[in-house]
């Protein structure tokens, strides 16, 4: 009877720290179980939390660089039998760290507006499903499931100019062009197009990332043009990260895509399916990509393989609108293996990196000061 009782006060702290409604006090007592850990057994745990609690732990160690064969059987066994240890290895640090860094910062989900020629701006979020806005020879319209459609506004004269649809730090979006041509837009993107594709190709503009699924018109390529290179198409579908300047990724999942460099033309590639260029210091390298690591972002994921630190960080400034500065610049070549959740709050991700001796993080309002 005993052991029941302590087992339904370990499962009554597990729900509280899963719900981050644990007191202090409760949590020295939690503390005070696990440093005698007798091997007591959550029972009623639901599936739902065993995966999480499985899978965030696995991330954790992951982040560790690949963890050791008994670190994976720990996993498996921690998944399997709903041990509270996992619970608390996970929640205790989690929940202490987080606590000691603040305000929260969470990140901001569908965001974006479209610019019109005249320089007006007009948020998608104001549009109620079903409403639909014109500007200028341009109508767009709100979709159930929040995506922006565009057409023609046939009531108006087409005079070709050119609208940009903006997504800010932390915001994304999926909008469809007059074309019928799917974008999803990542954080911090621009993307320019004419109203109207009149001319002999589609062209567009992008600063940013974005996946496209482009509609097959057979007399009419599909052109998108970044910084560094021309993406030629007819109906296909991939992924562009052109956010920096001196660096460009093109990922072909489906159809067939030419790259040609902005500078020289004659330089140009074609890409099959599983295939990836890299436009870097003025040279295009082909290679094979992991599909589910390059899409991550569109799955609501930040996904990392032994990258640099300094990517890292980068890719958390434009999702949380914020600022990184690093103490060291050593600091920003530090590889990192791992995943994080774009639903989770920022010092979720950073109390991570500090479990895993990655580096450490004062948040200063929007700034963060990176050290060692």
Same mark, same amino acid.
């Given at each position: 009877?005993?052991?029941?009782?302590?087992?339904?006060?370990?499962?009554?702290?597990?729900?509280?720290?899963?719900?981050?409604?644990?007191?202090?006090?409760?949590?020295?007592?939690?503390?005070?179980?696990?440093?005698?850990?007798?091997?007591?057994?959550?029972?009623?745990?639901?599936?739902?939390?065993?995966?999480?609690?499985?899978?965030?732990?696995?991330?954790?160690?992951?982040?560790?660089?690949?963890?050791?064969?008994?670190?994976?059987?720990?996993?498996?066994?921690?998944?399997?039998?709903?041990?509270?240890?996992?619970?608390?290895?996970?929640?205790?640090?989690?929940?202490?760290?987080?606590?000691?860094?603040?305000?929260?910062?969470?990140?901001?989900?569908?965001?974006?507006?479209?610019?019109?020629?005249?320089?007006?701006?007009?948020?998608?979020?104001?549009?109620?499903?079903?409403?639909?806005?014109?500007?200028?020879?341009?109508?767009?319209?709100?979709?159930?499931?929040?995506?922006?459609?565009?057409?023609?506004?046939?009531?108006?004269?087409?005079?070709?100019?050119?609208?940009?649809?903006?997504?800010?730090?932390?915001?994304?979006?999926?909008?469809?062009?007059?074309?019928?041509?799917?974008?999803?837009?990542? $954080?911090?993107?621009?993307?320019? #197009?004419?109203?109207? %594709?009149?001319? &002999? =190709? @589609?062209?567009?503009?992008?600063?940013?990332?974005?996946?496209?699924?482009?509609?097959?018109?057979?007399?009419?390529?599909?052109?998108?043009?970044?910084?560094?290179?021309?993406?030629?198409?007819?109906?296909?579908?991939?992924?562009?990260?052109?956010?920096?300047?001196?660096?460009?990724?093109?990922?072909?999942?489906?159809?067939?895509?030419?790259?040609?460099?902005?500078?020289?033309?004659?330089?140009?590639?074609?890409?099959?399916?599983?295939?990836?260029?890299?436009?870097?210091?003025?040279?295009?390298?082909?290679?094979?990509?992991?599909?589910?690591?390059?899409?991550?972002?569109?799955?609501?994921?930040?996904?990392?393989?032994?990258?640099?630190?300094?990517?890292?960080?980068?890719?958390?400034?434009?999702?949380?609108?914020?600022?990184?500065?690093?103490?060291?610049? $050593?600091?920003?070549?530090?590889? #990192?293996?791992?995943? %994080?959740?774009? &639903? =989770? @709050?920022?010092?979720?991700?950073?109390?991570?990196?500090?479990?895993?001796?990655?580096?450490?993080?004062?948040?200063?309002?929007?700034?963060?000061?990176?050290?060692?």
């Amino acid at each position: 009877m005993k052991d029941d009782l302590k087992i339904q006060r370990i499962q009554e702290l597990s729900r509280k720290i899963l719900d981050r409604t644990i007191s202090a006090e409760e949590l020295k007592e939690y503390d005070q179980w696990y440093t005698s850990y007798d091997d007591y057994i959550v029972e009623d745990m639901s599936a739902e939390d065993l995966q999480m609690i499985g899978d965030r732990l696995y991330q954790r160690i992951d982040q560790q660089k690949r963890p050791a064969r008994k670190y994976l059987k720990l996993i498996a066994f921690l998944t399997r039998s709903a041990a509270v240890l996992a619970i608390c290895c996970l929640a205790y640090w989690t929940y202490s760290s987080l606590e000691s860094i603040n305000p929260q910062v969470e990140p901001l989900h569908k965001q974006a507006f479209v610019r019109d020629a005249a320089g007006n701006e007009h948020n998608f979020n104001e549009l109620k499903v079903g409403d639909s806005k014109e500007i200028g020879s341009l109508s767009f319209t709100k979709q159930i499931d929040g995506t922006i459609i565009f057409t023609e506004n046939k009531a108006k004269p087409v005079n070709n100019e050119i609208s940009e649809v903006i997504t800010p730090k932390g915001g994304e979006y999926k909008i469809c062009l007059p074309d019928g041509t799917l974008v999803w837009m990542n $954080a911090d993107t621009k993307l320019e #197009f004419k109203t109207a %594709f009149t001319e &002999n =190709e @589609r062209h567009v503009r992008i600063q940013g990332e974005a996946y496209f699924e482009v509609k097959h018109w057979l007399d009419k390529p599909f052109v998108v043009e970044t910084p560094w290179e021309k993406i030629r198409v007819l109906g296909t579908k991939f992924n562009v990260f052109a956010y920096r300047s001196d660096r460009s990724a093109t990922s072909l999942t489906e159809g067939t895509v030419q790259i040609a460099a902005s500078n020289n033309k004659e330089r140009q590639v074609i890409l099959r399916p599983g295939q990836q260029a890299l436009q870097i210091n003025h040279q295009i390298v082909v290679k094979n990509f992991d599909r589910d690591q390059v899409l991550a972002w569109k799955n609501g994921e930040l996904t990392f393989d032994q990258v640099p630190l300094e990517e890292v960080t980068a890719a958390l400034a434009r999702w949380y609108d914020v600022e990184f500065e690093f103490e060291n610049p $050593a600091l920003k070549e530090i590889p #990192f293996w791992g995943t %994080f959740s774009k &639903n =989770e @709050r920022l010092q979720e991700h950073l109390s991570n990196m500090e479990y895993a001796k990655i580096a450490k993080f004062k948040l200063k309002g929007r700034r963060i000061i990176v050290t060692k």
